[in-house]
Structure formats: C-alpha cells, structure tokens
C-alpha cells in the first residue's frame, strides 16, 4: 500500500478529509504519518484517533533552518513515506528535502494561485488580502511543491464567490470547504501517478 505523510500546523480540517477520503476508499493508500510543527495542534489529536503515528517536530529545538527540516525528512523516511502532502502546513520546505521527493510533494492553498500567495500569505491573512483587494472571485488551488513558496506547477483549483457581505470568516469557512474537495482528490491523483508535469503544466491523466 503506498504511504502518504501528511504534515501540519493547526487544525488538521484538510487532514480530517484526507482520513475520511481514505476510510471512503477514494485514496488507494494509507496515511502513515502526521507531522506537526507546532505545539498542540489539533491534527495531532485526529490522527492519534485514528491509529495513525503522529509527532511535533518543533524549529526552535534546531540550530537551524536545514537541521529542522532534515529531522524532518529524516522521520518520513523513517516511516517508508513515499508522498507528502501539505494541509495547513506553516514551515517552508529545504531544497534537500524538496529534492528528496521530486513531484511528490502537493500544497494546498486557500487562493487562486498566482494570487495572493507566496511569503507571508497564509490562513487568514489571504482571506483579508482578498477582501481588501475587492477581488469578486477567490477559490483554492492545490499545486505541486518546488523550492519556492506556492510557486511549483498547478494540479487543481475551483472558484469561490466574495459575496459583499463576507467576512474573513466567512469566505474562509467557503473556501476552506473546497479546499476539502480539492486536497484528496490531488492526493488520489498524486498516489496514482495521474499527474504529469510538462514544465509549468499538469497534465491529469484521469
Ligand atoms: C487554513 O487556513 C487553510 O486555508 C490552510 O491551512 C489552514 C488550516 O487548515 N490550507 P487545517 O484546518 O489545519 O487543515
């Protein structure tokens, strides 16, 4: 069965529907890590329900950037981890650990990429730089990881209405809804090796 590790920061909502997609039987692998970089995240407690190993790996017990993420890398490996998948992940990836999995990495992001993304933006702070922009539509996209940040090649993405009500809140909570519909349907695809990357394009071979 291929094995997927799964990293995080907070939450884990991305990762609950990454479990669920799994227990569905729309994910033909299994999820056989969760990684958080931070201290009492929730995702923690929702794999521990369901029997999958999970641990914080934390920055500041580093003496730097690389050694943090080659603890890292070092644990997924650990664990036979052939895939990773970003949900709600805070930490930029190394270049070592990037090239360690070559197109086998995918983010998801709470913006129609290339908008609003890159450093600095992410959680709310998207919704907000949205709002104030007075974009009429955002969305979410899922996008296979490089070594940069929310740049490597897009697999999918879908479109949210800004209503001129919304709050942060509330486009969050729309869009955090497709980013539910989009990770493991990317992560079915991924496991599969349905994406083929032609330079910047994805190719789905569904
Ligand atoms: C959310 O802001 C989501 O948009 C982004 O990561 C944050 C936490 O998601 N992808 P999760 O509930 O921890 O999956």
Known sequence: MKKI???ISGSGS??????????????????????SDRPN????????????????????KFD????????????????????????????ILSSELVRAYPNKIINVHPSLI??????????KRVHQAVLDYGV????ATVHLV????????????KAVDVLPDDTVESLAERVLKVEHELLPKATALLVQDKLKVLGRKVIIMD
Do not use: W
């Open 41 to 60: 995240a929730y995702g923690i407690e929702r794999a521990k329900n369901k029997g999958i190993p999970a641990c914080t790996i934390l920055r500041k």
């Open 64 to 91: 730097d950037y690389n050694a943090f993420n080659l603890a890292v890398l070092e644990k997924l490996m650990a664990h036979k981890v052939e895939y990773i998948v970003l949900a709600g992940y805070l930490s």
């Open 136 to 139: 009429k539509v955002t969305g």
């Open 114 to 123: 290339p908008a609003f993304c890159g450093m600095g933006y992410y959680g």
């Open 5 to 7: 590790g799964v990293l």
């Open 14 to 35: 991305n990762l609950q529907a990454l479990i669920d997609a799994v227990d569905k039987g729309r994910i033909p692998a299994e999820i056989s890590l969760v990684i």
């Open 146 to 157: 490089d070594e940069g940040a929310d740049t490597g090649p897009i697999i999918l993405q």
